[in-house]
């Protein structure tokens, strides 16, 4: 496989709040870090071996891809987000 890994992949999100209502999860990804398994994973993707790429631990958040160039997938999950962020105050 090629590294960095740039392009195109899916993430299986399991849990969290970031996935809520993603029905076609696609997302553009340019990385060659992989996050190891941990308890915080709420998404995980298949790029030669499978690697947490999005994580949530109470109020902190991240993703190994970029939602801002994720068209229709990004916009939801930006969305979800800021829902999250609203329910803080």
Do not use: I
């Amino acid at each position: 496989m090629r590294v960095p890994h740039m392009g195109w992949n899916t993430v299986d999100f399991q849990g969290g709040v970031l996935g809520n209502g993603m029905e076609e999860p696609w997302f553009y990804f340019v990385h060659s870090y992989a996050c190891p398994e941990n308890p915080w994973v709420r998404g995980w993707t298949q790029y030669g071996q499978r690697f947490a790429s999005a994580v949530e631990k109470k109020n902190a958040f991240g993703v190994q891809f970029h939602p801002e160039k994720s068209g229709k997938s990004g916009g939801r999950l930006l969305e979800n987000f800021v829902e999250v962020v609203r329910q803080w105050k």
